[in-house]
């Protein structure tokens, strides 16, 4: 079992920036890719960044530019950074891994944070 839990949401106004850290505790061997989501009230959970195990970092369209996911592997930890935060990027953001382990794939999520970008 992994157990994610993500800080660093807030209220911030339109061309601020925050930072969001998610900490990976328990089983944390054989993690591959990790991620941010994020939802907003009405909409889908849409992908925001992934970080997969081959380092190669993607991002969504609409934050591309303003926004890096890294990882810290000695504290267990990964993190978003956001800039020039705008009113479209309110949302819970979850953060997100996968394992491998016997050969299953299992997903974790963490249980949410809450960003709220006022204009």
């Known amino acids: 079992q992994v157990q994610l839990v993500e800080s660093g949401g807030g209220v911030v106004q339109a061309g601020g920036s925050l930072r969001l850290s998610c900490v990976a505790t328990?089983?944390?061997?054989?993690?591959?890719?990790m991620g941010w989501y994020r939802q907003a009230p009405g909409k889908q959970r849409e992908r925001v960044a992934l970080?997969?195990?081959?380092?190669?970092?993607t991002y969504a369209d609409s934050v591309k530019g303003r926004c890096t996911i890294s990882r810290n592997s000695a504290k267990d930890t990964m993190y978003l950074q956001m800039d020039r935060l705008n009113p479209e990027d309110s949302a819970v953001y979850y953060c997100?891994?996968?394992?491998?382990?016997?050969?299953?794939?299992?997903?974790?999520w963490g249980q949410g944070t809450q960003v709220t970008v006022s204009a």
């Open positions: 997100n891994v996968d394992q491998l382990r016997f050969g299953k794939i299992t997903d974790y």
């Open positions: 328990g089983n944390v061997f054989e993690i591959r890719n």
């Open positions: 970080l997969p195990s081959s380092g190669l970092t």
